[in-house]
């Protein structure tokens, strides 16, 4: 089992920068894939970025490619979400998850979640 805490969420201005942290239990966190997910009012949970258990790989959505950038510190059993140049739509409550698998569509399918912080970005 693993538990994970989302942390950074805050209030920012268009074009301003946040930094997210998920911090997670378990030592076994650096064997998950790993992920950032963000649910804005009305919309469905969308996946925001992912990276792979093995070489590290990263993905991003399309919204969010150039801006965004996931990272990990394995020895630290933390993932984080640097988000630069922030828009008013990346406004919602970001996710993190961990663990399960990619379908070969390469949609990520997570096992475990933390319970989300906000992000609200003000034009």
């Known amino acids: 089992q693993v538990q994970l805490v989302e942390s950074g969420g805050a209030l920012v201005q268009a074009g301003g920068s946040l930094r997210l942290s998920c911090a997670a239990s378990?030592?076994?966190?650096?064997?998950?894939?790993k992920g950032w997910f963000r649910q804005a009012p009305g919309k469905e949970r969308e996946l925001v970025a992912s990276?792979?258990?093995?070489?590290?790989?990263?993905n991003y959505a399309d919204s969010v490619k150039g801006r965004f950038t996931i990272s990990r510190d394995d020895a630290k059993n933390t993932v984080y979400l640097q988000m630069n140049s922030l828009k008013p739509e990346d406004t919602g409550v970001y996710y993190c998850?961990?663990?399960?698998?990619?379908?070969?569509?390469?949609?990520?399918?997570?096992?475990?979640w933390g319970q989300g912080t906000q992000v609200t970005v003000s034009s």
């Open positions: 998850a961990a663990g399960g698998y990619f379908t070969l569509s390469g949609t990520y399918v997570a096992d475990y």
């Open positions: 990276i792979r258990r093995n070489d590290g790989r990263a």
């Open positions: 378990g030592r076994t966190f650096s064997t998950y894939h």
